[in-house]
């Protein structure tokens, strides 16, 4: 079956600009979450959808949201974009709520020039 | 609050050798799980074993197992027969019943020479 699809892989955006990244779950997964990875911070919870309800944030300023479609697709954006926003996203997909069956997407690379 | 905590930034180890990776972990939550991944240099985050905080048995899958101990708080990942191809990093990560979000620790960078 198909993995967690992120899109796109790499990005080069300017400060102040906002980008929007895109998360396709596992066909039949319903629980998506996003996370940062930076060399300083290390990998931090940004939040988790299910069933188009965000159900969980982590400690991310507002200029970071997302949502997710009725089809399980997920997207997050981050407006004025900052340097510091500069990271690996990745996304996670899972069953439903309980389910230790996390998969990861490949992520998408993030650079804020 | 939930904490992961992995004290060896790196560690060497020989091409057939076997070896353990340190995950210490704190939650006052009796009900949790522990994850190990492995984040090769495409930064894909791959999901290698999962102990229960009620599973009697340490956990193991393949070359993988877990070496949980409970009372001690420690969820070491043993990596038997190091293959040139498992170098990468790995985390470890924690997840309290009820709340769909993984905490990391900060990883090991593991090398496997030939």
């Known amino acids: 079956k198909a993995g967690v699809t992120q899109t796109p892989r790499y990005l080069i955006k300017t400060r102040g600009q906002q980008v929007t990244l895109s998360c396709s779950p596992i066909?039949?997964?319903?629980?998506v979450s996003w996370y940062q990875q930076t060399p300083g911070q290390g990998l931090q919870f940004l939040f988790e959808y299910f069933s188009e309800t965000q159900r969980n944030k982590g400690n991310f300023p507002g200029r970071f949201s997302g949502r997710q479609f009725s089809n399980s697709r997920s997207e997050m954006n981050v407006s004025t974009l900052e340097l510091g926003d500069s990271a690996l996203y990745l996304c996670?997909?899972?069953?439903?709520?309980?389910?230790?069956?996390?998969?990861f997407g490949s992520g998408t690379r993030l650079t804020v020039v | 609050a939930q904490k992961i905590t992995q004290t060896q930034p790196g560690m060497f180890v020989q091409e057939k050798e076997a070896v353990t990776l340190d995950c210490t972990y704190d939650?006052?939550?009796?009900?949790?799980?522990l994850f190990w991944y492995k984040q090769p240099s495409s930064g894909e985050m791959i999901f290698l074993i999962y102990q229960g905080s009620y599973d009697q048995q340490n956990a193991t899958e393949g070359r993988y197992s877990l070496n949980f101990q409970k009372a001690r708080k420690s969820a070491n990942l043993v990596i038997s027969a190091s293959q040139l191809g498992d170098s990468a990093m790995y985390f470890c990560?924690?997840?309290?019943?009820?709340?769909?979000?993984?905490?990391f620790g900060t990883g090991t960078r593991l090398l496997v020479s030939p």
């Open positions: 939650t006052s939550d009796p009900s949790y799980g």
């Open positions: 990560a924690m997840r309290v019943t009820g709340f769909q979000k993984l905490v």
């Open positions: 066909s039949g997964h319903r629980s």
């Open positions: 996670a997909s899972s069953l439903d709520e309980g389910s230790y069956g996390y998969t």
